[in-house]
């Protein structure tokens, strides 16, 4: 199965509607709680990434009885240092971000602790694809 | 516990889930972030929190969090509410603060359920 997804730039209340989408969907076809709980998690950081850091983008999820793949593309201004990124506390958002709940430097570690893998490609300038994996138990 | 030990203990108005007010509640977290909540909360737990807007529903949708109370008086818009029925996500509303509110409820003995540094 496979499911699209487009990320409405700076609509924050909207944020999160997807990964809603895709939880409701992988409970319905029976995935277990642990799986579903970790792709929402994972989907659902990127998508609020999206909206604070790069103007919405889109969101591509692969179901197959192997794994679920989640593609996030964006074409915002690209992530300067990955590495930094990647530490738990380092946060670039803005203050008004963290007046509404995010921005805690928690997003990309947490979207990797959530998933099998993740790979990141970033241009500055030109955007950011995210591809996480969650792989179903064997 | 369960939610109705909590609703008595703080106090709280039920703005939505009164058929869940005999679910079980393991553990606590109390955080106005969000994205802490994300990264750190168990199963069964239920959120204290003083953000009132509609990504604390989300974030409880996605960690499957059974119960949402909302401090300092803080007031859900309808659209919130009705977020919340949509969901099934159980809604209590307390005028207490939010150190007030954790302190109630470690008293009675509820158990913070934040997984740091794993």
Redesign the interface.
């Known amino acids: 199965m496979s499911l699209k997804y487009h990320v409405t730039p700076t609509d924050?209340?909207r944020?999160?509607e997807a990964?809603?989408d895709v939880?409701n969907k992988l409970k319905k076809l029976g995935v277990s709680?642990d799986i579903v709980?970790k792709v929402?998690?994972a989907m659902?950081?990127g998508e609020?990434n999206m909206v604070i850091h790069a103007n919405g983008g889109d969101i591509n999820v692969d179901i197959t009885p192997d794994a679920i793949v989640m593609q996030l593309k964006d074409v915002g201004p690209g992530i300067v240092d990955i590495d930094k990124a990647m530490q738990?506390g380092y946060s670039t958002a803005p203050d008004d971000v963290?007046s509404?709940?995010?921005?805690?430097?928690?997003?990309l570690?947490?979207m990797k602790?959530n998933s099998d893998t993740m790979d990141i490609k970033t241009v500055l300038g030109q955007g950011t694809t995210v591809t996480m994996t969650v792989n179903m138990p064997e | 516990m369960t939610v109705q030990a909590i609703k008595e203990l703080l106090n709280a108005r039920v703005l939505n889930g009164e058929d869940a007010l005999q679910n079980e509640v393991f553990t606590a977290c109390g955080s106005d972030m969000m994205s802490d909540v994300l990264a750190h909360v168990n199963d069964q737990t239920v959120l204290i929190s003083g953000l009132c807007n509609p990504q604390v529903l989300r974030t409880a949708e996605m960690m499957d969090i059974v119960c949402v109370i909302m401090v300092r008086d803080k007031q859900p818009d309808p659209g919130m509410i009705q977020m919340a029925k949509d969901r099934n996500i159980c809604l209590l509303a307390t005028a207490l603060p939010m150190f007030t509110s954790c302190g109630l409820l470690y008293k009675a003995g509820l158990r913070g359920g934040a997984r740091i540094g794993e």
């Open positions: 924050f209340t944020a999160g990964s809603s939880k709680p709980r929402a998690i659902y950081e609020i738990a963290r509404l709940g995010f921005g805690a430097g928690m997003g570690p947490n602790k």
